[in-house]
């Protein structure tokens, strides 16, 4: 093999292995691996519990049931079923969210670095979107029953339009999908983003930004 042939040998390796390594969480290697929250995670997860300590409880999860507190900025919460709040999920590859709306509110713009998302409305009428990578912007309201899907990493929203509340059930392809929310991301970051950044970016005046902080942390 000349040197140009490994050179492009060492090239494709070094492609292909973040996509194979990145392309979803790790296969489980046991039937069920429940997490130890109070271990460090891992490569793919937490440390499991030992087996004599594992109980039925473990693989049952009643935080779903439960109506989520919409007083807040944005008029929704999200109750989080993933590896943090049901540890039985721990290497599994799974999540689910349950998300509640006040009249009017909105899952403000945010994306999920980890995890293609699919979700159904359980009640009332949600407008989902998601803008893809070339700026087009994907949409329609849904009511109880219809179904959508969110491509991995992409940014989206669901915004109650109907009368009453609403609430809506999202299932993950991975224990722990995160979410980067975006208004949060851009003016709560902890250290801040500088503020010329800011003002250069949204083209607006640091009072702006100033009051939009506020309101945000508030």
Do not use: W
Not at 44 to 60: E, H, M
Not at 64 to 81: D, I
Not at 145 to 159: C, D, E, K, N, T
């Amino acid at each position: 093999m000349d040197s140009f042939s490994r050179l492009l040998y060492c090239f494709m390796v070094l492609f292909l292995l973040p996509l194979l390594s990145h392309s979803a969480d790790s296969d489980p290697l046991q039937d069920f691996c429940v997490g130890n929250l109070a271990a460090s995670p891992s490569l793919n997860g937490f440390p499991c519990k030992s087996a004599s300590s594992v109980t039925s409880d473990d693989f049952f999860f009643d935080g779903l049931s439960k109506e989520g507190n919409t007083n807040n900025t944005f008029g929704a919460v999200v109750t989080p079923a993933n590896v943090l709040t049901f540890p039985g999920l721990n290497t599994q590859g799974i999540s689910m969210n349950r998300v509640d709306f006040a009249p009017g509110g909105v899952n403000p713009p945010h994306s999920h670095p980890r995890s293609t998302e699919s979700g159904i409305v359980i009640k009332g009428k949600l407008l989902v979107g998601f803008v893809a990578t070339d700026d087009k912007f994907y949409s329609k309201v849904l009511t109880r029953g219809q179904m959508f899907v969110i491509p991995r990493g992409l940014v989206h929203f669901q915004q109650n339009v109907g009368k009453g509340k609403a609430i809506a059930f999202t299932a993950f392809n991975s224990q722990l999908p995160g979410a980067v929310v975006l208004p949060k991301t851009i003016f709560t970051a902890n250290p801040s983003i500088p503020e010329d950044v800011l003002t250069k970016t949204f083209k607006v005046e640091a009072d702006v930004i100033k009051s939009i902080r506020t309101k945000l942390s508030s």
